[in-house]
């Protein structure tokens, strides 16, 4: 069974730039979660859907980050336009629905810089 | 959300039993104990979890204690591999809503050769 699937793994951009992260959850996961580091700081949750509603978008830090899953398949989170403190680590994490435990599978993460 | 405090790091010699203490002493009667660990480089990864009764899986063992107040985590017999840094989640269960993670500082357990 494949895993979650993060691309692209690095990404460099100048501050004003846009970038656009895909995760491709585990096949058949409707849960899906954003999640990210960044420099120094904690993992910190950014959003979840289920299937293709967002559930809860409680942690996207403003109005530059616009996620997306359209179908319930995979999803996409740009940033536009890029600031500095933009910078981290972004994973995605799947689980199934009405799963026993939190056993979210998470992705390898995509490694965001911007200068 | 119960606050977690865990300590900042450990060390553990290979092949001996790593035991990581964490302390949830809000935690309430709905909320579950989730261990999760971080690889250098990798994404979060899924350890254990439990209620109130002990947990064995083909990872590690979670004991909680019978107030449930804390917890620890035992890797039976660490390898360098298990060096990672490891999070202990306090949550509510599946179903409730709210299913997202909140990751605090973690332990940073190193195993020594």
């Known amino acids: 069974e494949a895993g979650v699937t993060q691309f692209p793994s690095h990404s460099v951009i100048e501050k004003g730039q846009t970038v656009t992260l895909r995760c491709d959850p585990i096949s058949g996961h409707d849960n899906l979660y954003w999640y990210r580091r960044v420099m120094g700081k904690e993992i910190k949750f950014l959003l979840h859907?289920?299937?293709?509603?967002?559930?809860?978008e409680s942690g996207m830090p403003n109005n530059r980050f616009l996620a997306e899953r359209t179908g319930g398949t995979y999803s996409t989170l740009k940033v536009q336009p890029a600031e500095l403190e933009d910078s981290g680590v972004y994973f995605c994490a799947s689980s199934q629905e009405r799963t026993v435990a939190y056993e979210q599978y998470f992705g390898p993460g995509t490694r965001l810089t911007v200068t | 959300d119960a606050k977690t405090t865990q300590p900042t790091s450990m060390d553990c010699a290979e092949g001996r039993a790593a035991n990581l203490p964490c302390n949830h002493s809000t935690i309430s009667g709905n909320e579950y104990v989730y261990w999760y660990r971080q690889i250098h480089s990798q994404g979060p990864q899924y350890i254990i979890h439990?209620?109130?009764n002990n947990e064995t899986n083909e990872m590690a063992s979670l004991i909680i204690t019978e107030d449930r107040k804390s917890s620890t985590l035992i890797l039976p017999h660490a390898t360098l591999r298990d060096t990672a840094v490891y999070y202990c989640i306090v949550r509510v269960g599946p179903g409730t809503g709210a299913n997202n993670l909140f990751f605090g500082t973690g332990t940073r357990l190193t195993v020594i050769p």
């Open positions: 859907f289920v299937k293709e509603s967002k559930q809860d």
């Open positions: 439990g209620l109130k």
